[in-house]
């Protein structure tokens, strides 16, 4: 069951860096950019996450509190991928 977890979390952070890899209407340098600050953007934050002490299960006080705050934080990381992929593909003027 762990496995497959792992298996969904990578896939929501690798389909849209592949997504913006495979685009055709940048060049190839730009493409490879935007791919690697979609993939690396998550293991930034949860980097964030874990470095914060409080953050990473070890609050004195309120630990309810920072447990949800870390929950909330590392769902967001794992949405953050498809939010840089429709801002990094959105439409250009």
Do not use: K
């Amino acid at each position: 069951m762990r496995v497959l977890l792992i298996l969904i979390a990578f896939g929501m952070v690798a389909v849209p860096a592949l997504l913006a890899l495979a685009r055709r209407d940048l060049p190839r340098g730009r493409r490879i950019a935007n791919a690697l600050v979609i993939f690396l953007a998550p293991a930034i934050a949860l980097g964030l996450i874990h470095g914060v002490p409080e953050l990473d299960g070890r609050a004195l006080q309120n630990p309810v509190a920072w447990t949800v705050l870390r929950l909330v934080l590392t769902g967001l990381a794992l949405i953050l991928p498809w939010c840089l992929y429709v801002w990094l593909m959105g439409r250009r003027r």
